[in-house]
């Protein structure tokens, strides 16, 4: 092999990669959003327990959650209460 296709070779190979990270970084994001929108709900559950604030956490809630931040919490909130 000469050094010429080795070259080759490692360009496509970072190619390759930096287009699966791409590709990639979006599910990450909305995974760690979605973790993130479970813990506060955790939390808004924890602290509104006093006031008889409870929201279920599944996979919707916690994307709203992870996704819009505490105005989607608020949201969910609200919509707890009067619905």
Known sequence: MSNGEIIIY???GVVILYVLLKLLKWPIKLL???IAGV???YIVNLLGA????SIG???FTALIAGI???PGII???LF???F
């Open 10 to 12: 490692g360009l496509v």
């Open 50 to 53: 006093s006031f008889g604030i």
């Open 75 to 77: 949201a969910l909130i």
């Open 32 to 34: 760690i959003n979605g």
């Open 80 to 82: 707890q209460m009067f």
């Open 39 to 41: 813990i506060a709900l």
């Open 68 to 70: 819009l931040g505490l």
């Open 57 to 59: 956490i599944n996979i």
